[in-house]
């Protein structure tokens, strides 16, 4: 783990819910990344549902991708990938903890922190109870997710390779 000065680079953020079932890809996603060697100054962290105590790892990095589902009406596992800058650059229909998200997002750029933020926008259907796991069709995104992923960090900040 970092101290609160260093500079963690690349932030890997998986959020979700994983007692909702696909509204966890983002944190299976950060499971399947742990058994992998990451690039020096890449870190992944399990975000949950969001929440304020993700500032401090947000602010310390240069990068954030986000991994999170969004019920938007696409096939189940479909990947979107998306650079907002504010709330209002999100898809409006991130599942319902992204609110947290997204005014933790505007709190820190207001703060005048400004890091490079890329999201991987994954498709589900409405969650309907809860439930462990994820449907088979989520499941089968999630190994292209993780290569997403690790390219995006591969790239670095700005488009540099790390």
Same mark, same amino acid.
């Given at each position: 783990? +970092?101290?609160?000065?260093?500079?963690?680079?690349?932030?890997?953020?998986?959020?979700?819910? +994983?007692?909702?079932?696909?509204?966890?890809? $983002?944190?299976?996603?950060?499971?399947?990344?742990?058994?992998?060697?990451?690039?020096?100054?890449?870190?992944?962290?399990?975000?949950?549902?969001?929440?304020? !105590?993700? !500032?401090?790892?947000?602010?310390?990095?240069?990068?954030?991708?986000?991994?999170?589902?969004?019920v938007d009406g696409a096939a189940p596992g479909?990947?979107?990938?998306?650079?907002?800058?504010?709330? @209002?650059?999100?898809?409006?229909? !991130?599942?319902?903890?992204?609110?947290?998200? @997204? =005014? !933790?997002?505007?709190?820190?750029?207001?703060? $005048? =922190?400004?890091?490079?933020?890329v999201l991987f926008a994954v498709s589900i &259907?409405? &969650?309907?109870?809860?439930?462990?796991?994820?449907?088979?069709?989520?499941?089968?995104?999630?190994?292209?997710?993780?290569? +997403?992923?690790?390219?995006?960090?591969?790239?670095?900040?700005? $488009?540099?390779?790390?």
């Open positions: 783990m +970092m101290s609160n000065q260093e500079s963690a680079g690349i932030l890997i953020l998986g959020i979700g819910n +994983m007692l909702m079932g696909d509204e966890g890809v $983002g944190v299976h996603v950060i499971e399947k990344l742990s058994g992998v060697e990451l690039p020096r100054g890449v870190e992944c962290l399990d975000g949950g549902t969001g929440s304020f !105590l993700l !500032l401090d790892p947000m602010q310390r990095a240069r990068k954030v991708i986000l991994i999170d589902a969004t479909t990947v979107r990938r998306l650079t907002p800058q504010y709330a @209002k650059d999100y898809p409006r229909t !991130l599942t319902a903890h992204d609110i947290g998200l @997204k =005014d !933790l997002l505007d709190a820190f750029y207001l703060l $005048g =922190d400004r890091p490079q933020v &259907p409405p &969650p309907r109870e809860m439930h462990i796991g994820i449907s088979p069709e989520v499941e089968r995104a999630v190994p292209r997710i993780v290569r +997403m992923v690790l390219e995006e960090a591969a790239t670095g900040v700005g $488009g540099v390779s790390a």
